[in-house]
């Protein structure tokens, strides 16, 4: 059975689940080794281990190797990767590209989900691998990095596979001539990818941000590149080694998909940017080096995640504990490094009515604030919450940060068992004044957050929609019991092209993003020129060739 | 009814034909009084009449006037057209663009439809306008500027309506939690346009290369700045006119809908294309300016058809007469202005095989051009092919052409009974050598066409597929009877991204293209960066706004 009658099934639940967005899962979330295997977790961490202090098998064409990558857990991981040029890799990529360019739509896609079944079942190494380069704690590397970044990346190889379907192989098209014999054309349509697909990672979602654009791109016909972050080269390490195995077997050359990585200190992502060989980029990253990308790039097909400042309002809410236990944990989460996190929580100064009477400004801050204590209060938990600070500058950016605003909680060091050098920093909550905006109107990427005092709940609205609009934003969340003020604000936040999420207590959290159904980015506000999971994510990744014959009479 | 119930089943049967791409045309091309009206030629011309020497009635804000367009039949237009300047009209659009953004898809896609009924029933109007700007005879102005152009306007709001209607309203979210209720999320998305679209037309096919960028943008939910070339403005008005009478009834802002007019002298487009009010730009017209506006455009998003040289590939055929006189008419159509006209016509040294037997190199060229002659031998008729010629630097550069290689069929006057000053040239035909690509490498725009000499087949896929990727090429044309020649060259032009037309001989010239089944440039090639007529036209001028609540438990 060929790659893609075997996954036949998965791919059509996968096509029909994007357009009712309901809830699906291909990928079990749960780390069970009911699931996995019972010995999967303890292979998958011996696997880890035997990387570490060695060179990255990868054969690959390379000049030389890279890698410097050390785990914010503390050990360093002594791992090398071959790597090469620019020149050198953009034309491997694009040779290799030529029979991948000919395949049939079937074969590829084919092709694709072999590659996501196969990572799947190395879920409990790429957890290892996500975990010590990213900073997230097992468990949430093990989720994201493995199941939830596969359904992703089968969600772009479905619209992939529904969009090149769409147009038809042939037509017979035959035109009436009045009483005269009509006039026939046969006619036939190919899909023409691009060409060299360049894809550039990031150090906090190597994974889960990377292969909706490695797999858009391969499955329409492109060779790719992936150019990971130098502090999180691993996991698209693995994951590219997984897919050159699979590609290879097709009887395809396995340069389709190529790894560059690099040093922090002799980068080589500018070379690629700026190769008139490269068709397309992908990137996720900071809007300093993304805005390089969009303003240097050779090509003008460029997409980009870059960053946001994510607000939260609150107007009202039924339930004041709920409410508070669940922004505590969206602050938590990854020591606030999720690019859905969120950093300002407008407040009017007035306070807010709730289920236990009415709250002031402080009492709401405070609210949050022993909430987070309250979730962090036991050492295990709160480090498999919190995980470990990705960059040295993150950790930095806290401390400089505690001069910004009155402390409602402060940050602290939150201890890892085993690691004790791990890098950490829990919450830090700031009250201010909304007029303060050049504290909480930039970026302050990591665990800092700010309880922003309004005039009212009008003017939360506003300033959120407008700091969105100016900085951008992937997510808003709103607490409130007004229909009224619900949907103003859904009328502010689409707008401001910002997803919004409303009354959120239970166990489902702001930053959250579910594959299938939660488009993840809008491209309608500076957080990123582009949603990654939608059709025109696909559609511009490959153009359709016609051929007419006129049918002898 | 609404517009939208009104028109529902022509909509739904262009969905369903740009899927199939077999023939279908919802507006009938022939010029019949039966179908338009018995005295809606008569009409047509009287109201065109009317408009001559004077200011166009046209409703909307502006600071002035401009317009000095002159027929290329030779006479004075003296019509002028409210005009204004960058900042007030992106301010005046975006202003009315808030409106259209909040409507329905159906409310704005079925005002599209009704604009596209009532341009319909005006395309004896829009013949004259057309004619008398463009230099087309009154038969293709009738069918190229009328109802052609109206099918692929048609085509784009079923793209778009396709598209949006993929992103469902609503969905219940329920993701169970194994023995506990599962969590449940009330989810609902709406579309959310980019803004402000700039459209900048073409002197030569006003409305059919401006209808699918206007039509796409506007169902999509954004507002539309409408730039006409300062040759040919009034079919545009026109047709916005009759727009923003349909956006009024439908009650809207008209300001939906604007047209800027300018004069060559005097032009407009640059300020409109750095306003950084101005979302995306779609521009038809060469490719000096087309790469000014790529690489100036305050906004990325720029979708652009510009220009390139079209090839025609002869290798054999059996139907030596059917070819001559079908590459004849190609050549000669509006007197080679069609951006799908042929420029270089490859042939082999050795000459062909054909029914008639071998024929040399400059048999074939002499076939060609004494097609040519016959074909335009009634003066009466050849003007009904070859009309007037739009501009006066193309008239002028048919004549510096001559020196280029040795006349096979000369260019010259072509007449137009009533019209005795009218612009005029008929096909020059040079033969020359391939080592020539000085003369035959760059797009010679107008009717001047190279019979070009190669070693052989396989030289002349290779040369024409290579200046296509060079230089852009929107169509291209083999006459082979051997099947590996015609696969070798769909394998080549596909690769090179241009639609290629196989033994045409019949009624059907390679210059066509019909709505619904021919997809109309690649962007695959520096002819364009977009294809026209595709899901990647529509799917980036709109994102998704989400909005997602948790149900009370």
Chains 1, 2 share one sequence.
Not at 86 to 96: H, I, L, M, Q, Y
Request: glycine share 10%; proline share 5%.
């Amino acid at each position: 059975m060929s790659f893609f009658e075997a996954h036949r099934a998965m791919l059509e639940r996968a096509v029909s689940t994007c357009r009712s967005r309901t809830y699906w899962s291909a990928f079990p979330e749960a780390a069970s080794g009911k699931i996995y295997g019972e010995t999967a977790k303890a292979d998958g961490e011996a696997a880890f281990k035997a990387m570490l202090g060695k060179p990255f098998e990868l054969d690959q064409p390379a000049q030389g190797r890279a890698g410097k990558e050390t785990s914010p857990y503390g050990i360093a991981l002594g791992i090398t990767y071959p790597t090469g040029s620019a020149d050198s890799f953009v034309e491997a990529s694009r040779k290799a590209g030529e029979g991948w360019a000919a395949a049939s739509i079937e074969d590829r896609v084919g092709v694709c989900l072999e590659i996501l079944q196969r990572i799947n079942r190395q879920s409990f190494l790429m957890a290892n691998a996500v975990m010590h380069t990213t900073g997230q704690s097992f468990m949430m590397a093990f989720q994201a990095g493995g199941p939830h970044a596969q359904d992703r990346g089968l969600e772009a190889v479905a619209y992939a596979y529904d969009e090149m379907t769409r147009v038809p192989g042939t037509a017979e098209w035959s035109k009436p001539q009045g009483k005269g014999d009509p006039i026939v054309l046969d006619k036939q349509w190919r899909i023409i990818p691009r060409g060299v697909s360049l894809v550039i990672g990031c150090a906090t979602f190597p994974t889960w941000n990377s292969y909706p654009a490695i797999f858009a791109s391969l499955a329409t016909g492109n060779s790719v590149i992936v150019k990971p972050h130098p502090g999180a080269i691993l996991p698209l390490a693995i994951s590219v080694r997984i897919a050159r195995d699979v590609i290879k077997e097709a009887g395809f050359d396995p340069n389709v998909l190529l790894l560059v990585a690099d040093d922090a200190d002799k980068p080589l992502a500018k070379d690629f940017v700026t190769n008139p060989g490269v068709a397309m980029i992908d990137f996720t990253g900071g809007p300093a080096f993304g805005s390089w990308v969009r303003e240097n790039a050779a090509t003008d097909l460029v997409f980009t995640e870059e960053a946001g400042i994510n607000p939260i309002v609150i107007d009202s809410t039924n339930d004041f504990r709920g409410m508070c236990a669940n922004v505590a944990f969206s602050l938590s989460l990854y020591s606030g490094q999720m690019c859905t996190a969120p950093q300002n929580i407008f407040v009017p100064a007035g306070g807010i009515a709730t289920n236990d009477g009415p709250k002031s400004f402080d009492e709401v801050a405070a609210g949050i604030g022993s909430a987070i204590d309250k979730l962090l209060g036991d050492p295990d938990r709160a480090a498999g919450i919190l995980g470990a600070v990705q960059n040295e500058a993150t950790a930095a950016r806290v401390v400089a940060a505690r001069k910004l605003g009155r402390i409602v909680r402060d940050s602290g060091p939150a201890p890892v068992t085993g690691f004790n050098d791990a890098r950490t920093a829990s919450p830090l909550v700031l009250a201010i004044d909304v007029a303060d905006e050049s504290a909480w109107g930039e970026e302050r990427f990591g665990p800092i957050s700010f309880v922003v005092k309004t005039a009212n709940t009008v003017e939360s609205i506003a300033r959120a929609a407008e700091s969105t609009k100016r900085k951008g934003a992937i997510t808003a969340s709103l607490y409130s019991t007004d229909d009224k003020v619900i949907d103003q604000a859904a009328d502010a936040f689409a707008r401001a092209g910002v997803a919004l999420s409303v009354n959120l207590t239970g166990g489902i959290y702001v930053n959250q993003s579910a594959a299938f159904s939660d488009y993840h980015v809008t491209g309608a506000n500076p957080a990123g020129n582009a949603c990654l999971t939608d059709a025109a994510f696909v559609a511009n990744r490959f153009r359709i060739a016609s051929f007419r014959r006129q049918r002898a009479a």
